[in-house]
């Protein structure tokens, strides 16, 4: 029993790491079952769901507010971060664990706890979830008079990601002191790995963004219920009533907002950009191409990904001179993530790829970021985004390169890690399948919506009704995309049910099955010092020849 | 666990870190700079001297500029929302900001406060005032800790004689009707930011009361200087911010 | 991954590109996403020929990629990045970054759960006093208009906007209770309407025609109802209907 408990409660980083992808993959799959009731209703709006009847607009919007939460905070804030690098960060800088091991379990725990806060959300309130959108911006979300679900239903919205705030900026702080305090001797900034750097940059992202969040939430929360007023302006009125007092403006949520809000999508993308890295060198056998010009452009998007909250309000009576100052700034941080691309483009060019699953994941993951990432200049400019904000086209644009670039980032490291967790390998043939199909799917999904958002179709609209009707004639598109997402969610099961297998059956890893190079491999006797950069492959002479970061310079050949 | 997992024996032995049986050269907890793991010239297992100290300064540095952030993002938030307003009916812009005089007592809380932080500093060196750790840490007596125990407790108190003070401060506001809930911005962010900074110092306080406990419950000289050291930069930060924060509150309505 | 798209464009040509613009920027900033469109397309169908190519490429090459040419290409796209923001940056200082003509005509758009109102200042060229506490829709008076004010008196409140074609339109947006978005597809027009704030966005309708506008700020349950439509026509045709508005006005009275 008290051995149970133990594993239950434990402080050992790698359960932790498993326990945090667990979760992840529980919000993914509420999330991905909210996503395809949204595609449905999208397309047959007038269908009766089995215990569910007629889907009402609150319960469209409520599901897409959670599908938002869900996806960003729970699961690509979860597992990329603090999933996999509660699981390899201590060993690939060679320490023995994290800096604060029960500072570390808290964090989990409070994650946990601000997830079934959010779930309760949902199902336990009268009034249902929250329809405010993942931005939730006041005084929709300030008045529980505004709509269904802004009642006790945003309340809990309110609570879980206050907690889910204070557990993040907990475990960067941890991952921080990790990094910095515990590298073994010899491992110098210029031999970490290219994740450890990821993780670096994103926990300062996390560290400084999501206390912001917290400041806005605990401000939001106590104009619902103390009276203050420093988000709802003054004479604002629901349905005949005045409520607003004083003069409290929405666009302070707004700056607070965002200012939390771009660093947060760059949190849930920098793990997978590390891995990315990493694994292009360690299946393509080379040397990543300017390693430290990546590590410093890391740094350089997030640096820059706390300058450019304002993009996503060019149109919210931001000053237009600002709109210009954002617009510039935004097309500054294109560059350093450009580097990136190349920087991997050139690591591949030279062909000869061991295509494992891994590896097939984090080339698609570089496709999605290209695919995804161009279009990001688009939205940079206010010109443009004039039109394109709040349709489809960004919907589009986030999935690709967060939703369906995370994604990838996020299995590319299951796949690859698995023998850490389990001691085994998994299934290479459900491996591809799985890629394909989701491939195929996913750009199926989210490339026409570029379409829908060219045509002018906003986000949030539960059905077409009025002069919106004439997108009635997007139909067809719409069903394509609903057809391939249910494709994607189906292609799913494969995942998981190679996971499954693979962890009591799968072949057995042993050691270093992938010939990596980077510590988290070794199994024995961590050098005490460290001698070797993260990605000695030695590709030119004699196929594969490698140097792992534990070998010492002097059994070379 | 899978085999990838089996741990060195290295591992086991580092579990205890801390001072305790001969003193091996390079284990003495005070002086001599050790730098997080660098275990070069000498053995493997062997942590640098200071090696937890450093570890729980760099936590509580994150920790802390972290803190910082979220009261930028407040005052910020203090900022814009002072410049808000609306026209009125006759086309003129109102803003609804009535400045609140901070009541007298503020200064005198801030002065404590910043007392309390001089105490709490001397009280920091002289858990690492060379020769009386040495002798703490070869089992002679604890002269630190007698030294230090007193300009704890001072602190504790003067900490207490703030939050006292801030409170005494809500008293007469409230008094003077601006409540939290007042249509007054400035009022809501009175109340906003001394609470929060009030509930920060609860929390420094509690820790205080730990750390004093720790001076005479922990075994170790390391753990000993750990705790007192955290609470000190802690206590000092939240002593800077108030002084920032009070600045703000005073000058800037 | 090109499959649903082809698929899309040979089902719904018409549809599947921005509507028809009617105003008078249109052509430029439609002109501007063509070629961003085009560039970004290329560049991204590039990126994954060089993917395919290295993944094909079965037998590795001994040479890697100069790093000269990785920065070469590098400036390269920050050159197109450049141009890209300069282009669009002059069309936004054009559209926003000065007021109106003096010529130009004045509508106030108000949002409210879940309809657009739409004010005109009737001759006297001046919006009347609204007052929150006054708005009844129910009783014929959405806005809150106050009677007492003469120049409200004059003003039009309507649920279509009719504007003459070829004559620059000022639009100040507000709103009663949440953000909306103020959104004409047609006029490549959009911005927010916020409560306690009031925006000015000005363009000049070119083409006679109807033009749906939207709502594209979430706004409760009833965001996808509230629409309206924007009645683009000759100005003889609005000198008509506003005189009829006004006629219709002063015969409620
Ligand atoms: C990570 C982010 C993420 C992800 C993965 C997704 C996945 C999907 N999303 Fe969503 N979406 C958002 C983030 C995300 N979304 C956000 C932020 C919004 C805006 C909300 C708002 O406006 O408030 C949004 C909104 C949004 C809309 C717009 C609704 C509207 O505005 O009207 C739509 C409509 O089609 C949609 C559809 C989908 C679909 C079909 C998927 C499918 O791809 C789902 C298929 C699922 C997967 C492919 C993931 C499977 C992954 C795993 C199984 C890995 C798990 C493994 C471990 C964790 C170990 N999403
Ligand atoms: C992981 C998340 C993520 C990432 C990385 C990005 C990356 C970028 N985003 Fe995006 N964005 C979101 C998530 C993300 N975004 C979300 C969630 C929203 C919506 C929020 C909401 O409203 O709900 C959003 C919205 C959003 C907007 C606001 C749209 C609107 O609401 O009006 C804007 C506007 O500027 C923008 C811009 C950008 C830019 C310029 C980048 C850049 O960083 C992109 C950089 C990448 C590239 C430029 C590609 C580089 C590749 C090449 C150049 C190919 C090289 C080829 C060869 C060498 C041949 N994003
Ligand atoms: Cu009004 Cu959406
Ligand atoms: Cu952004």
């Not at chain 1, 809000?261 to 990315?276: F, Q, R, S």
């Not at chain 1, 394909?436 to 799917?441: K, P, R």
């Not at chain 2, 009125?88 to 609804?96: F, P």
């Not at chain 3, 990629?65 to 923001?85: D, E, I, S």
Request: hydrophobic residues 50%.
């Amino acid at each position: 029993m008290r051995r149970a408990l133990g594993k239950v409660f434990t402080t050992d980083h790698r359960r932790l790491g498993v326990m945090y992808l667990l979760l992840a993959l529980a919000a993914v799959a509420v999330g991905t079952t909210l996503s395809l009731l949204m595609r449905f209703h999208r397309v047959w709006p007038n269908a009766v769901i089995p215990g569910f009847g007629v889907m009402k607009p609150e319960d469209y919007l409520a599901l897409v507010t959670m599908h938002g939460t869900l996806m960003v905070f729970f699961v690509l804030t979860v597992a990329p971060q603090s999933g996999f690098a509660n699981l390899v960060l201590p060993g690939q800088i060679g320490a023995r664990g994290m800096a604060f091991p029960k500072i570390n379990a808290t964090s989990f725990w409070l994650t946990l706890v601000s997830f079934l806060v959010l779930i309760s959300a949902a199902h336990l309130t009268a009034g249902g979830a929250p329809i405010s959108g993942w931005t939730s911006y006041p005084p929709l979300s300030a008045l529980p008079a505004a709509g269904p679900g802004q009642g006790l239903g945003m309340d809990l919205w309110l609570v879980s990601i206050g907690i889910f705030c204070v557990a993040a900026w907990l475990s960067a702080l941890n991952m921080l002191a990790t990094i910095v305090g515990k590298r073994r001797a010899g491992m110098t900034w210029a031999r970490l790995p290219m994740t450890v750097w990821s993780w670096l940059v994103a926990s300062v992202l996390t560290l400084l963004a999501f206390v912001v969040l917290l400041a806005a939430v605990g401000m939001l929360f106590s104009d619902r219920h103390f009276g203050t007023n420093f988000f709802i302006p003054m004479g604002d009125m629901i349905n005949g009533q005045v409520v607003g007092h004083g003069n409290g403006s929405p666009m302070l949520w707004l700056q607070l907002f965002w200012f939390f809000g771009h660093p947060e999508v760059y949190i849930a993308v920098l793990p997978g950009m590390g891995l990315a890295t990493s694994l292009f060198a360690n299946f393509s056998r080379r040397r990543v191409a300017g390693y430290k010009m990546m590590a410093g452009m890391l740094v350089a998007i997030g640096l820059l990904g706390l300058l450019v909250w304002g993009h996503h309000m060019f149109v919210s009576g931001i000053n237009p001179y600002a709109g210009t100052a954002f617009a510039a700034v935004t097309m500054a941080i294109a560059v350093p993530s450009t580097a990136e691309v190349i920087g991997w483009l050139a690591t591949l060019w030279g062909g000869g790829l061991r295509l494992r699953t891994p590896m097939l994941f984090a080339l698609g993951f570089l496709s999605f970021f290209i695919a995804g990432g161009l279009t990001g200049p688009i939205l940079a400019q206010p010109s443009l985004d004039v039109y394109l904000h709040n349709t489809f086209f960004v919907v589009a644009h986030f999935h690709l390169i967060m939703a369906m670039a995370g994604v990838f980032g996020v299995f590319a490291g299951v796949y690859y890690w698995f023998p850490l967790m389990t001691g085994r390998l998994m299934n290479e043939t459900l491996g591809k399948v799985h890629f394909w199909v989701s491939l195929i799917a996913a750009y199926g999904t989210f490339l026409p919506m570029h379409f829908a958002g060219l045509a002018g179709e906003p986000r949030h609209y539960d059905r077409l009704t009025g002069p919106a009707m004439n997108f009635t004639a997007l139909l067809p598109l719409e069903r394509g995309i609903t057809y391939s997402a249910l494709l994607l969610a189906a292609a799913q099961g494969i995942f998981l049910w190679n996971v499954f297998v693979s962890a009591r059956r799968g072949r057995v890893a042993g050691v270093n099955p992938w010939e990596s190079t980077t510590l988290e491999w070794e199994n024995g006797e961590v050098p005490s010092l460290i001698e070797r950069g993260p990605y000695e492959y030695e590709l030119p002479q004699g196929e594969g020849g490698y140097h792992p970061q534990w070998e010492s310079p002097v059994k070379q050949e | 666990m899978p085999a990838t997992f089996t741990r060195n024996p290295v591992d086991v032995e580092r579990n205890d870190t801390g001072i305790g049986g001969k003193p091996p050269y390079d284990r003495r907890p005070t002086g001599g700079g050790g730098d997080g793991e660098n275990w070069e010239n000498h053995p493997q297992g062997r942590g640098g001297p200071r090696e937890l100290l450093i570890r729980y300064r760099l936590g509580l540095m994150f920790a802390l500029s972290g803190d910082l952030m979220f009261f930028v993002a407040l005052v910020s938030a203090f900022f814009v929302r002072q410049s808000t307003g609306h026209f009125d009916v006759y086309n003129h812009y109102t803003t609804d900001w009535r400045s609140l005089a901070v009541p007298p007592i503020l200064w005198l809380n801030t002065a404590v406060l910043l007392l309390s932080s001089v105490t709490m500093e001397i009280a920091r060196r002289q858990l690492f005032h060379e020769i009386d750790v040495m002798e703490e840490w070869l089992g002679l007596g604890r002269p630190a800790v007698k030294r230090a125990a007193p300009w704890l407790i001072a602190t504790l108190g003067l900490g207490l004689t703030f939050l006292v003070g801030q409170w005494v401060a809500w008293e007469q506001l409230v008094q003077q009707g601006y409540l939290l809930s007042a249509p007054n911005p400035s009022s809501n962010f009175f109340y906003l930011i001394t609470g929060i900074h009030g509930l920060h110092l609860v929390v420094g306080v509690l820790a205080l009361m730990a750390a004093l406990m720790g001076l005479f419950t922990l075994k170790k000289v390391e753990f000993r200087q750990i705790a007192v050291d955290s609470v000190a930069w802690y206590w000092h930060t939240m002593g800077i911010f108030w002084a920032f924060l009070f600045v703000l509150l005073v000058f800037f309505q | 991954m090109l499959i649903p798209a082809a698929y899309a464009l040979l089902k719904i040509g018409r549809v599947v590109w921005m509507p028809v613009d009617g105003s008078l920027h249109g052509p430029a900033a439609d002109r501007l996403m063509w070629w961003n469109l085009v560039a970004l397309c290329a560049i991204a169908v590039a990126g994954h020929l060089w993917l395919a190519f290295a993944m094909l490429r079965r037998k590795p090459a001994k040479r890697s990629v100069p790093a000269m040419a990785r920065w070469v290409l590098l400036a390269g796209f920050c050159g197109m990045y450049a141009w890209m923001a300069l282009t669009a940056q002059n069309l936004w200082a054009e559209t926003r970054y000065e007021g109106p003509l003096q010529t130009a005509m004045h509508v106030e758009v108000v949002g409210v759960q879940f309809q657009w109102y739409f004010r005109y200042p009737g001759p006297d060229a001046t919006y009347g006093v609204t007052r929150p506490r006054l708005v009844n829709a129910a009783a014929g008076n959405p806005l809150g208009i106050d009677p007492r004010d003469a120049n409200g008196r004059d003003d039009v409140v309507s649920s279509v906007l009719v504007l003459p074609a070829g004559r620059e339109v000022e639009l100040r947006l507000r709103s009663l209770d949440v953000m909306h978005g103020f959104f004409i597809p047609g006029m490549r027009l959009k911005e927010d309407a916020i409560p306690g704030m009031t925006l000015h966005v000005h363009f000049t309708p070119e083409k006679v025609g109807t033009y749906p506008i939207l709502c594209s700020q979430v706004c409760g349950l009833g965001h996808d109802r509230m629409q309206a439509r924007l009645m683009v026509v000759s100005p003889a045709d609005y000198a008509a209907w506003i005189a009829g508005r006004e006629r219709a006005r002063e015969a409620e009275e």
